[in-house]
T-cell receptor, first 113, second 116 residues
Framework: GDSVTQMEGPVTLSEEAFLTINCTYT??????LFWYVQYPGEGLQLLLK?????DKGSNKGFEATYRKETTSFHLEKGSVQVSDSAVYFC????????????FGSGTRLQVQP | GAGVSQSPSNKVTEKGKDVELRCDPI?????LYWYRQRLGQGLEFLIY????????KSGLPSDRFSAERTGESVSTLTIQRTQQEDSAVYLC??????????????FGPGTRLTVL
């Protein structure tokens, strides 16, 4: 079945460090790919998305490129801030069949000042 | 309202009791989803409503779980005879027409259910 695999956390970084959170997927077909973020005490928010191969999603300094050849959608940010501390979820959605999102297990990021 | 709202925000119940969770989607959104998030885990799909079509119930874990939606508005998720393993955060999301896979799902704040 369809699945999303994320690197396990927690990831602890110092402020201004470079961030990479790995995400790979398995899907039958051509999914759309998403990163959602859950800040402490808040609901899930869409961070960015990409709907076809080689698309790059970007928002708030975060970027992720849809790589069909490696079935990956890694999240990157050049310089993290304390306010980026949150749980990040990678997810996919297919064009056919069930329209629900399939999520990874989430990666907790903690940024220290 | 501006976003998806859910109530109650927290619910503590005793094993064996029934609970009802409510979701108000964003006005005009025809697609509505329920997910469950167990502690430290990702979200699991439960059920999907799209307009007046028959709901996709393929994610419901047992026949103790059911959900209804009135037209394109409020949805309720009911869990009968709750068990301790039902303890989780239940999240609702909605998306705009046509509810296709490329559409963004907007999530509510969730209901944290604790079964004692």
């Amino acid at each position: 079945g369809d699945s999303v695999t994320q690197m396990e956390g927690p990831v602890t970084l110092s402020e201004e460090a470079f961030l990479t959170i790995n995400c790979t997927y398995t899907a039958t077909g051509y999914p759309s790919l998403f990163w959602y973020v859950q800040y402490p005490g808040e609901g899930l928010q869409l961070l960015l998305k990409a709907t076809k191969a080689d698309d790059k999603g970007s928002n708030k300094g975060f970027e992720a490129t849809y790589r069909k050849e490696t079935t990956s959608f890694h999240l990157e940010k050049g310089s993290v801030q304390v306010s980026d501390s949150a749980v990040y979820f990678c997810a996919l959605n297919l064009d056919t069949g069930r329209r629900a999102l399939t999520f990874g297990s989430g990666t907790r990021l903690q940024v220290q000042p | 309202g501006a976003g998806v709202s859910q109530s109650p925000s927290n619910k503590v119940t005793e094993k064996g009791k029934d609970v009802e969770l409510r979701c108000d989607p964003i006005s005009g959104h025809t697609a509505l989803y329920w997910y469950r998030q167990r502690l430290g885990q990702g979200l699991e799909f439960l059920i999907y409503f799209q307009g007046n079509s028959a709901p996709d119930k393929s994610g419901l874990p047992s026949d103790r779980f059911s959900a209804e939606r009135t037209g394109e508005s409020v949805s309720t998720l009911t869990i009968q005879r709750t068990q301790q393993e039902d303890s989780a955060v239940y999240l609702c999301a909605s998306s705009s027409p046509p509810g296709g896979p490329k559409d963004t799902q907007y999530f509510g704040p969730g209901t944290r259910l604790t079964v004692l």
